[in-house]
């Protein structure tokens, strides 16, 4: 009796041996032999699933990008506004050491967006998700009355989503001075300044400050 081949688990192994190649040794060494090797597999197996390292780089994005999703639902589920908009983010910036391992995997495929108009086209799709949900929390955000009266929707979406993208780029030049902290309190600062309550508490605080110098000094 034939043995029975699972494609889509075999595609899945080594799409997920290219993102272990990648992070350890960076898209140059990501050859294809050292792929099927970390697969388990022949030499020649890979042409089987993936026509050319492309393919497969670019197979290895949309994993990473699925897995990305898959957290912000499970992330997101009964948030709404802000507190949903800064819940995506979280799983977006790379603020973790598998964050960042994913954000290598973005940017080496990014490197190949130039040389391919379908996987440019991928990239196009994923990006443009992200901007409809960034919008629609925005949106409820203002119905709710979250945001500053200054925030304009769409700009405010484009600004959040060019920065998200903008950091995986800082995370992987950072090198060893890379600090999960640091963008941590970016993302805050980013997005407080769209808030309504985060606005309301620096006004307090301002006034607060005012009396006691008018105390001191009266």
């Known amino acids: ?21 990648v992070v350890r040794q960076g898209l ?14 022949a030499n020649g197996a890979i042409k089987s699933y993936f026509a050319s390292k492309s393919d497969l780089l670019a197979a290895t994005y949309l994993f990473v990008y699925e897995a990305t ?5 499970l992330s997101t589920v009964g948030l709404r506004g802000i507190a949903a908009l800064r819940a995506f983010a979280r799983e977006v910036l790379p603020v973790t050491p598998e964050l960042h391992d994913e954000a290598r995997v973005v940017l080496s495929f ?11 086209r991928t990239t196009r799709d994923t990006v443009a998700l992200w901007r409809r949900w960034i919008l629609g929390w925005l949106r409820q955000a203002d ?29 992987i030049i950072g090198g060893d001075s890379f600090d999960f902290a640091g963008f941590r309190g970016q993302l805050d600062y980013v997005i407080d300044r769209m808030s309504a309550e ?19 000094t009266g």
């Open 143 to 171: 119905d709710a009355g979250e945001l500053v009266a200054e925030v304009v929707l769409e700009p405010a979406a484009d600004v959040l989503l060019t920065y998200l993208l903008g950091a995986q780029t800082t995370a």
């Open 198 to 216: 985060q606005s309301d508490e620096n006004d307090h605080s301002v006034g607060k400050s005012a009396n006691t110098r008018d105390s001191l």
């Open 69 to 73: 999703n898959r957290r912000v639902e």
């Open 110 to 120: 990014l490197a190949e967006v130039a040389q391919s108009p379908d996987h440019a």
């Open 1 to 21: 009796m034939p043995k029975i081949v699972d494609h889509d688990q075999r595609r899945r192994e080594l799409v997920e041996a290219t993102l272990r190649i």
């Open 28 to 41: 140059a060494g990501a050859t294809m032999r050292d792929i099927a090797a970390e697969a388990g597999y």
